[in-house]
């Protein structure tokens, strides 16, 4: 290589910041209907595997305890400990992640939670299929084809998240709903690019942190969009954004 010593370091220098890096974790973006951009930050194997350990020391507590009680009633108590041993172990998972938003405890623990492949929330019969398929994951020990497949997959979906449609996700522990969520949803006036909608989406999102004059001086830049100005601008901006999301009265 030709140069003096400074040029030959500073071109390796540029030529590292120029090298595709390799990434810690992976977000799948999936658009809405409206067009909007969700970032689905896609949760490896390693956070998924200590809340399925976590998931797995609650059954284990909970199945001591029926076994104690229900073994004080003889032959009667064996038969319905083993329909309570199926219920916790293959019902427990469903029932948490289509009537809790997608996490048991375990995940909401990780902050983590499943949804659909799209980012709806989970369902019933996509939440049977996954939890069924464990049965699969599982082989030939210790969840091993799970574990190749979370590897092998660029957003570490196991077998039974392929099957149904459904991806596990980093999700904020205890996020604050937005203000836009208490308000009637408002179509806009007049057609909306994708990037002015995921604008007056961050808006909403943001807006429980920011003044009220901060909002208002925000929502007063789209005025004529809202056609208004002020505190109903603000109203009207977060309407929109309500609308923008797909909620409707």
């Known amino acids: 290589m030709s140069g ?9 220098a540029a030529a590292r910041a120029q090298a595709p890096v390799a990434l810690l974790d992976t977000v799948r973006e999936v658009h809405t209907p409206e067009g909007v951009a969700l970032q689905l930050p896609a949760a490896g194997p390693v956070p998924r595997a200590v809340a399925w350990l976590i998931d797995l020391g609650i059954r ?41 938003g ?24 996509a939440s049977f299929v996954r939890n069924l398929m464990r049965t699969v994951d599982m082989l030939p020990m210790g969840y091993g084809a799970g574990l190749v497949a979370c590897l092998a997959d660029p957003w570490s979906r196991r077998l039974g998240d392929m099957v149904a449609g459904t991806l596990v996700i980093h999700a904020p522990r ?33 807006a429980g942190t920011l003044t009220p ?33 797909g909620r409707r009265a």
């Open 4 to 12: 003096t010593e400074p040029e030959r370091r500073e071109a390796a």
């Open 60 to 100: 284990g507590v909970l199945l001591l305890a029926a076994s104690i009680v229900l073994g004080l009633l003889g032959r009667v108590g064996s038969g319905v400990y083993m329909v309570t041993l199926f219920v916790i172990f293959w019902g427990y998972p469903v029932l948490f992640e289509a009537l809790a």
């Open 102 to 125: 997608g996490r048991t405890p375990g995940k909401r623990a990780l902050s983590l939670r499943v949804v659909s492949a799209d980012g709806a929330p989970i369902g019933w019969m």
């Open 174 to 206: 205890d996020r604050t709903l937005p203000t836009a969520l208490e308000l009637q949803p408002q179509a806009p006036a007049v057609p909306l690019q994708a990037h002015e909608q995921i604008a007056v989406i961050a808006f909403a999102e943001r």
């Open 213 to 245: 004059g901060r909002q208002q001086e925000l929502a007063d830049v789209v005025a004529p969009v809202t056609g208004a100005r002020g505190e109903v601008g603000v109203l009207r901006l977060l309407g929109i954004a309500n609308w923008l999301l």
